[in-house]
Nanobody, 114 residues
């Protein structure tokens, strides 16, 4: 059974940083395309960062240069380092495969105050 457990969110002031973690089971981050998604209130869940199984990273323009996704294949965990946070980054953050499985975790709330 697939489990994805996100953590590390919180309340931070604009310009601050957070590091999110996603511990995976039933999905092997070393051989899967993995991604971070986020969903703001009233909006669709969107992919913001991804890593291919071959280690190629891609980011949407809105987070490029501020967010960095990494993975630890031994811990079977992916991370999202978020710097220079903006209020518009406030959302619930999820990780999943690309394309996503039907097993979404509970997500982790990120709130950025202005």
């Amino acid at each position: 059974q697939i489990q994805l457990v996100e953590s590390g969110g919180g309340l931070v002031q604009a310009g601050g940083s957070l590091r999110l973690s996603c511990a995976a089971s039933g999905v092997y981050v070393s051989v899967s395309d993995m991604a971070w998604y986020r969903q703001a209130p009233g909006k669709q869940r969107t992919l913001i960062a991804r890593i291919s199984s071959g280690g190629i990273y891609t980011y949407v323009d809105s987070v490029k240069g501020r967010f960095t996704m990494t993975r630890d294949t031994y811990k079977n965990t992916v991370y999202l380092q978020m710097n220079s946070l903006k209020p518009e980054d406030s959302a619930v953050y999820f990780c999943n495969r690309v394309p996503p499985t039907s097993y979404w975790g509970q997500g982790t709330q990120v709130t950025v105050s202005s």
